[in-house]
């Protein structure tokens, strides 16, 4: 009754923002993401008689098990399982928690698969994406390899993620820019409930089918630049929402702005990378390959970066124990 699973981060090049099913966790849109090789959690569960009641440690701290996220993710187990034991849960990051690198989506993906193995559960690849979507959205897509979709479905049956490609598909690096440890002051299921409040939200559903198809049309031609424009320019549109909802979201700090304004420089200068940002100040850069030891030599210039991580693209989660 014990298993450890290490899952990835992603990042998503079509975001997910605003759920037509608030309980169920359902998009408003599919979206599109690659998992990162160096965001990562590893997550072991024991299933034990001896547990009165669930303990659940992240990062060596005791969370509150009363109505924590993560006890009603093993709830969802246990009733696939049909068990009633308490469990065990010990997680640990690679990477800061609440700054905009996804934790949720490692960590709920992580959760899922070795709480579903320890609860000696045989799930597909598909039911676990189903399985982490409801611990938390973006969750679903660390389950499956390389470069993934989230199909945004109509039910929690059709709502899970897929792999377009494997990890070597395509030689992307992510890099991402630590420039502040301080924890977001809304979280992104709180953020999202805004969604609605915005004037541009109806917008930007009115052609994020076409956006995504482009953009899969994009990475399957390997069109780096095209690709670079498209998901820069998605993420200043998820933060324009943001921006305007009532009350607004404002996620960046000093740090992300002169990052951005860094990127555009130097990509001027000639140097071919683009940024993305999710709920929180640490950015994205992403790059190819042979591109990325100078970005990261060009980050370390600036005294706003506090951390350099280098991802490839990456498997999703795994049992490892
Ligand atoms: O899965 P959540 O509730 O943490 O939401 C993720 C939202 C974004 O990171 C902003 C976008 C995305 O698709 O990952």
């Known amino acids: 009754m014990k298993a450890t699973a290490v899952a990835p981060s992603n990042i998503a090049f079509i975001k997910y923002w605003g759920k037509k099913d608030d309980v169920l966790r359902l998009p408003e849109n599919g979206s599109l ?9 590893t997550t072991t569960v024991e299933f034990s008689t001896n547990l009165n009641e669930d303990y659940v440690e992240i990062n060596g701290t005791q969370e509150p098990s009363e109505g924590s996220r993560a006890v009603k993710h093993l709830d969802r187990v246990r009733n696939l399982a049909k068990i009633e034991t308490k469990a065990k849960v010990i997680t640990n990051n690679t990477f800061p928690s609440g700054t905009g690198l996804s934790s949720s989506a490692s960590g709920f993906a992580a959760l899922t698969v070795a709480a579903a193995k320890a609860a000696g559960l045989k799930l597909s690849e598909k039911e676990l994406s189903i399985l982490a979507r409801q611990g938390s959205g973006s ?13 945004d479905g109509e039910t929690s049956d059709t709502s899970y993620a897929i792999s377009l490609h494997p990890p070597d598909w395509w030689d992307l690096v992510d890099i991402v820019a630590i420039v502040s440890d301080e924890k977001k002051d ?44 498209l998901l820069e320019a998605e993420a200043l549109e998820l933060h324009a929402i943001m921006l305007t909802s009532t009350p607004s979201l404002i996620y960046w700090m000093p740090g992300t702005i002169q990052v951005m304004k860094f990127i555009k420089k130097v990509r001027n200068d000639g140097l071919p990378v683009y940024f993305t940002v999710n709920t929180g100040q640490d950015i994205h850069l992403i790059c190819e390959k042979q591109y990325s030891k100078e970005v990261v030599q060009a980050l370390n210039r600036l005294d706003c970066v506090k951390q350099v991580i280098e991802n490839n693209p990456s498997d999703g989660a795994k049992i490892v124990k």
């Open 139 to 151: 969750a679903c897509r660390s389950i499956p390899n390389g470069f993934v979709e989230w199909l």
């Open 33 to 41: 993401s690659m998992n990162l090789s160096n965001l990562t959690t």
């Open 186 to 229: 809304v979280s992104s299921t709180a953020g999202q409930k805004l969604v609605y409040s915005s004037p541009f939200f109806q917008v930007r559903l009115t052609k994020i089918k076409e956006k995504l198809e482009y953009a899969k049309s994009l990475l399957k031609q390997k069109s780096f630049q095209a690709f670079g424009e």
